[in-house]
T-cell receptor, first 111, second 114 residues
Framework: ETGVTQSPTHLIKTRGQQVTLRCSSQ?????VSWYQQALGQGPQFIFQ???????GRGNFPPRFSGLQFPNYSSELNVNALELDDSALYLC??????????FGPGTRLTVL | AQSVTQPDIHITVSEGASLELRCNYS??????LFWYVQSPGQGLQLLLK??????LVQGIKGFEAEFKRSQSSFNLRKPSVHWSDAAEYFC????????????FGGGTRVLVKP
């Protein structure tokens, strides 16, 4: 059984640019959630996708957007990057058991 | 407002000693409760979870946690700490009626002295 994978591992962007982060869910999981973890803090919920539809959103602006594909993999897109967007972005997948399993994360640095 | 509090930012413990990490939540209903561990630069690994039933739950790596409804707490314990337990520990809650999102505490960093 393959766990949750994320790509890329690290990414460096400049202010104003756009970025796409990718996540492959664990086999058999149809729900993907994205979290932002700033340095020294707990993860913050960005949004969740269930069967290709957004299924809940945290307190993040519209420049954070996402997609889920028929194979349940997912993308997180961030437009007009700001310095405060520098963080570890975590993807988690789950099924009907409500237990979320996390990937290793993507470290985004905005200069 | 709903919140999860981990009162201890850092804890230092000697190898072989016991460990207890505190977690309190502020919600109207009983949430689903989780503990995750994060090694430096890594993702989160699930240690254990509580949905209902027996209030003492066993997890991986020798950890256990006890749910106390009267205290709105879900403290994590380990009887004898190993050097490999040095990491950051996060308590998280999920309120089903509010969607399947996890709300995390701020984390507790555990340092293990030889």
């Amino acid at each position: 059984e393959t766990g949750v994978t994320q790509s890329p591992t690290h990414l460096i962007k400049t202010r104003g640019q756009q970025v796409t982060l990718r996540c492959s869910s664990q086999s058999g999981h149809n729900t993907v959630s994205w979290y932002q973890q700033a340095l020294g803090q707990g993860p913050q919920f960005i949004f969740q996708y269930y069967r290709e539809e957004e299924n809940g959103r945290g307190n993040f602006p519209p420049r954070f957007s996402g997609l889920q594909f028929p194979n349940y993999s997912s993308e997180l897109n961030v437009n007009a990057l700001e310095l405060d967007d520098s963080a570890l972005y975590l993807c988690a997948s789950s099924s009907t058991t409500d237990t979320q399993y996390f990937g290793p994360g993507t470290r985004l640095t905005v200069l | 407002a709903q919140s999860v509090t981990q009162p201890d930012i850092h804890i230092t413990v000697s190898e072989g000693a016991s460990l207890e990490l505190r977690c309190n939540y502020s919600y109207g209903a009983t949430p689903y409760l989780f503990w995750y561990v994060q090694s430096p630069g890594q993702g989160l690994q699930l240690l254990l979870k509580y949905f209902s039933g027996d209030t003492l739950v066993q997890g991986i790596k020798g950890f256990e946690a006890e749910f106390k409804r009267s205290q709105s707490s879900f403290n994590l314990r380990k009887p004898s700490v190993h050097w490999s337990d040095a990491a950051e520990y996060f308590c998280a809650v999920m309120i089903k009626a509010a969607g399947n999102k996890l709300t995390f505490g701020g984390g507790t960093r555990v340092l293990v002295k030889p």
